[in-house]
């Protein structure tokens, strides 16, 4: 693992017999240390699950619908309208 950053802290974790066995497997077949292998991994699958709400890539084009649609009115919906504003059914068993 390739950074100038020092690894300065800790994060400890339970995991079953079999899924250390798993980690210690798969960290052998790709020639890493556990550590190397389980930080890469975590580091590689936040970056996955981040990368989607932290930058996405529009043309010009894209971006000017993309603009439009945030600064149009809202939409009505007579039925989405009806749907809110009509008793839930945990408001009906309140006073009960």
Known sequence: MATTETRSEKLDLRLTPTA????????????????DFVLESALARADETLADRQHFGL???QWTAFMEALDAP????????HLLNEPSIFDQNASA
């Open 20 to 35: 250390k066995q798993k980690l210690y497997s798969a960290a052998a077949a790709a020639h890493r240390s556990v550590s």
């Open 59 to 61: 043309d010009s084009e």
């Open 74 to 81: 809202p939409r009505h919906h007579t039925r989405m309208e």
